[in-house]
Nanobody, 114 residues
């Protein structure tokens, strides 16, 4: 099982990015999927999550109203749309599949700076 994130980059405050996570060698349709982030010197934290069918989502308070998680089970992909980005959103963002033992991607860097 493998997850590969993409879409990170450097963006100015107030800007937008959309992260993508593509799964291979397994089907995401069976699993809760989530995005985490980790800033330098800080612990990894949950950003957003989505149930297997997409009917329910979770967001940490600091990103509510700015981030949107979605999934396309047919394309085996999970996305994180981020708007109105703030410097405190700067981190490496990771995708995770909640299967036994968990499957993590390698991460994609998001830097919000002027």
């Amino acid at each position: 099982a493998q997850l590969v994130e993409s879409g990170g980059g450097l963006v100015q405050p107030g800007g937008s990015l959309t992260l993508s996570c593509v799964a291979s060698r397994f089907r995401i349709s069976n699993y809760y999927m989530s995005w985490y982030r980790q800033a330098p010197g800080k612990e990894r934290e949950t950003v957003a999550g989505i149930t297997s069918g997409g009917g329910s989502t979770y967001y940490r308070d600091s990103v509510k109203g700015r981030f949107t998680i979605s999934r396309d089970n047919g394309k085996n992909t999970v996305s994180l749309q981020m708007i109105n980005l703030k410097p405190e959103d700067t981190a490496t963002y990771y995708c995770k599949a909640s299967m036994s033992g968990g499957v993590w991607g390698q991460g994609t860097q998001v830097t919000v700076s002027s």
